[in-house]
């Protein structure tokens, strides 16, 4: 079992930046996928940022060249930072995990394992 816990979410103008955090109990998987989804009200929850035990990442559409993932495997903890900031990125922001496995297929039913969420709102 793997828990997840965000932090780092809250309020901010637009152009502004934030970083988000996931801390994630220790596992041993050799291989995993680790990433960011978000969910606004009335909306499906979308994919964000993915990082995988090997480095690579990947990055939705509309967070590319705005949004960074990292990774700190000293601490356990995934990183998540926004600059540039738009009101259309106010969501629930969730961290989850899948292990085994890469990041090969990022939809939210390839992800066993969910945080709580973060609230992240961008005001104009």
Known sequence: QVQLVESGGGSVQAGGSLRLSCAASRYTYSSYCMGWFRQA???EREGVAFIDSDSRTRYG?????????SQ????????LEMN??????????????RAPGFCTYVFPANFAYWGRGTQVTVSS
């Open 41 to 43: 009200p009335g909306k």
């Open 61 to 69: 559409d509309s967070v590319k060249g705005r949004f960074t993932i």
């Open 72 to 79: 700190d495997n000293s601490k356990n903890t995934l990183y």
């Open 84 to 97: 540039s900031l738009k009101p259309e990125d106010t969501a629930m922001y969730y961290c989850a995990a």
